[in-house]
């Protein structure tokens, strides 16, 4: 698990040096919030901003399910 942080700090830095870790995943939540939420859990797991990320998949989830 340590190795997988490490491999994706490592893409989300080659990615853009001039952002912050929170700034990429933020970029990456506009696409594709789950795997922006997942990212940001596994590197910056005490984050208010993942928590609030987490809350907006697991909302929308919620709200999809009522047309189920």
């Not at 490490?6 to 989300?12: A, D, K, P, Q, V």
């Amino acid at each position: 698990m340590k190795l997988l942080r490490e491999y994706i700090r490592n893409l989300l830095i080659e990615q853009e040096e001039g952002q912050t870790e929170l700034e990429k995943l933020q970029d990456i939540f506009v696409n594709n919030g789950a795997q922006a939420t997942e990212l940001g859990e596994m590197i910056l797991p005490d984050s208010p901003e993942v928590k609030a990320m987490r809350e907006i998949i697991d909302s929308t989830r919620s709200f999809l399910e009522l047309f189920e």
